[in-house]
């Protein structure tokens, strides 16, 4: 697979040529950080994004007719989510009804290592509330202690998002808690999303980016002035793990050389 490598205060940069060398490209990644977690303690936590682009790698890595699947010790991985809307788990739109399909439904996962975000709720601040303390639970975090996910994988808005952190909305400058509704003027709904401090808290974070309309918004993320109001992916810059952008060809167009 031929690849462009670019290191940058941003993180690596990783240019493949079309969708699909960039999902097998992640789908390596996962299937590598996965099985050094499960290697070091026994487990490996990730936290999901919703969208196209991470809908196929999730296809991709469940698929019977190929290699991914069967290197993935999948009773070892506990799986979360980045983001959800506020709707039910078997609506259209809900990225959990979308992993389910596309991945968690084909794969041997103990139904207790998945854990959703129950977007049913129609209090989206209790649903967020309840999130937080599930993160709480299982990462045994005391007072003022983050969560810390071995992956997150996570995408870009043509408007500059990332997860359900849009621009203009309060969650960009929440730096206590875990978990947060927002509210998005734009779809004048809430979404429930992770937020900044958990994000830079991982271990390793991968964002995907695919297609042209994307192309000015990721040129503007990683080399104009840092405004995270305006780009609030511009926010993800881990403390201590690794940032990796898995960007194709047409999405990278922009780019400087």
């Known amino acids: 697979m031929k690849e462009n490598p670019i290191l940058s205060a941003k993180g690596e940069i990783r240019i493949l040529a079309n969708p699909d ?3 097998r490209r992640a789908a390596e990644e996962f299937v590598c950080l996965s099985g050094e977690a499960v290697q070091a303690k026994g487990f490996f936590t ?3 994004s919703g969208g196209g682009t991470p809908k196929s790698l999730y296809s991709l890595l469940a698929s019977e007719g190929d290699s991914f699947r069967s290197r993935v010790s999948w009773d070892k991985i506990h799986f979360f989510w980045g ?3 506020h709707v ?3 609506r259209p739109d809900s990225n959990y009804r979308m992993v389910q399909e596309a991945m968690l439904s084909k794969v041997p996962v103990p139904p207790e290592h998945i854990h959703r975000i129950k977007g049913e709720n129609p209090n989206a601040s209790e649903t967020a509330q309840e999130y937080e303390q599930e993160l709480r639970k299982f990462f045994w975090l005391g007072a003022g202690q983050l969560p810390q996910f071995d992956l997150v994988l996570l995408g870009l808005g043509p408007d500059g998002h990332t997860a359900s952190i849009f621009p203009g909305t309060d969650v ?3 730096q206590r808690r875990h978990v947060v509704a927002s509210w998005v003027e734009k779809f004048n709904a809430h979404r429930v999303t992770l937020t900044p401090p958990v994000f830079n808290n991982a271990a ?3 964002v995907l980016v ?3 309309e994307k192309a000015e918004t990721l040129r503007a993320v990683l080399h104009e002035e840092y405004r995270p109001e305006r780009l609030p992916a511009q926010l ?3 403390t201590r793990g690794r940032l990796l952008w898995l960007v194709d060809r047409e999405a990278a167009r922009l780019l400087p050389p």
């Open 21 to 23: 060398e960039l999902n």
């Open 46 to 48: 990730v936290a999901l």
């Open 83 to 85: 983001d959800e809307r």
């Open 88 to 90: 039910s788990p078997d």
């Open 172 to 174: 960009i400058l929440e």
């Open 204 to 206: 390793c974070v991968i």
């Open 210 to 212: 695919t297609g042209g």
């Open 236 to 238: 993800i810059r881990p």
